[in-house]
């Protein structure tokens, strides 16, 4: 079983719809917990930071995360075009970025 | 603020030879991670350096190895490539070893014929 499981898509949605993004994982000991987005022959961005449990907001992007059921997500509202590309998960145990673990990614299409 | 920058985009080489990939971390970062990202394989990571020390490597081959110089910018040398090094190669940079805020580079990709 891998740490971060993801699942890898394609996830298309209409232009405005809410989009929901998920990663679950097995080690207990996370605690950094990050979205990066990622478009095609580009490297990947840095969308979302979080440490521990909760909700944290920025623009139409909220990442949550439920240690207790080991389980974060990503929402997008108003999801636009220019919100297509592949969305990575990762998480790490330390604030150290050494031991960051990422997920294989999904890959989100929004149709005009 | 420049973000991290990395070069070559793009080199071909062929099985055997040598390839060396360079990245520039942002401004004021002292670490720096390479990263493999193979179709289908998710991000692979393979070095982090920091002040000018290797300080972790993924699980990879030593023909895998790579150096950090005193601007802290750092190189990536594959030798004896093989067709499955085929990838982008990715390099992240954070302000420093205990920062897991990474802030990643365009990539190179290697092509191995």
């Known amino acids: 079983q891998k740490e971060v499981e993801q699942d890898p898509g394609p996830l298309s949605v209409p232009e405005g719809a809410i989009v929901s993004l998920n990663c679950t994982y097995s080690?207990?000991?996370?605690?950094?917990f990050m979205w990066y987005r990622q478009y095609s022959r580009k490297g990947p961005e840095l969308l979302m930071y979080t440490y521990s449990s909760g909700n944290k907001e920025d623009g139409r992007f909220t990442a949550q995360v439920d240690k207790s059921s080991k389980y974060i997500s990503l929402f997008i509202r108003d999801s636009q075009p220019s919100d297509s590309a592949t969305y990575l998960c990762a998480m790490s145990e330390y604030s150290s970025a050494s031991k960051i673990i990422f997920g294989s990614g999904t890959r989100l299409s929004i149709r005009p | 603020e420049a973000g991290v920058t990395q070069s070559p985009t793009h080199l071909i080489k062929t099985r055997g030879q040598q390839a060396t990939l360079r990245c520039s971390p942002i401004?004021?970062?002292?670490?720096v991670y390479w990263y493999q990202q193979a179709l289908g394989l998710g991000l692979q990571f393979l070095l982090w350096?920091?002040?000018?020390?290797?300080?972790n490597r993924g699980n990879f081959p030593p023909r895998f190895s790579g150096r950090q110089f005193p601007n802290y910018s750092s190189e990536l040398n594959v030798n004896a490539l093989e067709l499955e090094d085929s990838a982008l190669y990715l390099c992240?940079?954070?302000?420093?070893?205990?920062?897991?805020?990474?802030?990643f580079g365009p990539g190179t990709r290697l092509t191995v014929t």
């Open positions: 080690n207990s000991a996370f605690q950094y």
């Open positions: 401004s004021g970062h002292t670490s």
């Open positions: 350096y920091d002040e000018g020390e290797e300080r």
């Open positions: 992240a940079s954070s302000l420093d070893r205990s920062n897991s805020r990474q802030y």
